[in-house]
Structure formats: C-alpha cells, structure tokens
T-cell receptor, first 113, second 111 residues
C-alpha cells in the first residue's frame, strides 16, 4: 500500500498549548489528505479533508478554528490542535487515497493534561 | 454525509468457525466499500474492498458481498484463526470522495 508517514506518534501536552501533527506522503503525491479522530474502542470519525493549495473542508460539528489544517505542498499536510484541552485527547490519524484506496498514517495519540 | 451502521459490535467465535459482519449505508450514490482491520494501537489496514458494480468478491478466507438495492454489505471470514482477532471497520465512499466508517466490530477468535 501507499506510504504515509505521520509524526509524532505520541504527544503529551499541558492544557492550553497547541500541538501540530504532520502527515507526509512518501511515495505518491497527495493532493488530498483526510483527517480522522478515533476515541478508544470507537469508530474513525472524519474531521476534515485537506486539499493542496486551498482551504480544507470540515465536517459538520468540527471547529475549524480549533483544528487548523494546512496542506502547503503535494506531500505534506498538517493538523494543529489549538489551545488543547483534555477533551481533545484522542487518536488522530491521517489518510490519503491512491487509486481510490484509502491508506492511513500510523496515527498520533494525543493526551492533554 | 454518508451514514454507515455496523453490526455486531462484538463477536466471539471458535477457531475454525466463520465470522460475519454486516453494514448498511444511507447514500445510494456511494460506490466503493472497503473493509479495514485494526489491531490494538495500530493503523487500520485495508483487507478487502468491493465496488458497486460487483456483487461479491473473495480473497482466500475473506469475502465481501454487496446488495446495492438494500444498501448493505457484509464481510465473511471463514476458517477463523486467532490472528484474525482485531477490530474490523466497514466504510463507504461518499459522493465527495470522503470515506465514512462504521462503528467497528471487535472480533475474538477463541483457540
């Protein structure tokens, strides 16, 4: 499958700080990257779709000012959780499509104290 | 957006038995349905997929069926093995090319 590199794998931060998560497409260019959030033992919830060179498309109920997405190049998309609070603690994972198949990064476990 | 429902949420089977997981979707325009396997702490891995112009697809012990009229699709695992134990997710690709996931099925294969 396609290679998506996601960093960091785990981050622990204090409440009120911002955290940036990076996803890189290492093989094929990714004009589109999908960002998901997953709570323990729960499903993958689509947060937003990032598009290279344009604004991200957010799903209903997702605060765009809270979860800033930047897709500045064909290989890099970033998600910044701004002013993180304990309720933002979750597993965040990005994904890209190659030949219509969706491949995921390794995920980032965010814990906000 | 698309709404995908998945059942059961948990499933235990004896090794060697079959396991069946069922999903329904709401958007009749959805045309691609992948299944993922996720082990604890790891990324979901694509295991099989089916397009809307196909009714059934098989890959060794894994098969997927699709009933487009009824808007439901199923995953069938035969001759289950302990290493099949994981959480399985179905998904549907909506008209905007986004993927929406079911709620997951935790499968336990008892040796």
């Amino acid at each position: 499958g396609a290679v998506v590199s996601q960093h960091p794998s785990r981050v622990i931060c204090k409440s009120g700080t911002s955290v940036k998560i990076e996803c890189r497409s290492l093989d094929f260019q990714a004009t589109t990257m999908f960002w998901y959030r997953q709570f323990p033992k729960k499903s993958l919830m689509l947060m937003a779709t990032s598009n290279e060179g344009s604004k991200a498309t957010y799903e209903q109920g997702v605060e765009k000012d809270k979860f800033l997405i930047n897709h500045a190049s064909l290989t890099l998309s970033t998600l910044t959780v701004t002013s993180a609070h304990p309720e933002d603690s979750s597993f965040y994972i990005c994904g890209k499509t190659v030949d219509e198949k969706l491949f995921f990064g390794s995920g980032t476990q965010l814990s906000v104290l | 957006g698309e709404n995908v429902e998945q059942h059961p949420s948990t499933l235990s089977v004896q090794e060697g038995d079959s396991a069946v997981i069922k999903c329904t979707y709401s958007d009749s325009a959805s045309n691609y349905f992948p299944w993922y396997k996720q082990e604890l702490g790891k990324r979901p891995q694509l295991i099989i997929d089916i397009r809307s112009n196909v009714g059934e697809k098989k890959d060794q012990r894994i098969a997927v069926t699709l009933n487009k009229t009824a808007k439901h699709f199923s995953l069938h695992i035969t001759e289950t093995q302990p290493e099949d134990s994981a959480v399985y997710f179905c998904a549907a690709r909506g008209t905007g090319n986004q993927f929406y996931f079911g709620t997951g099925t935790s499968l336990t294969v008892i040796p």
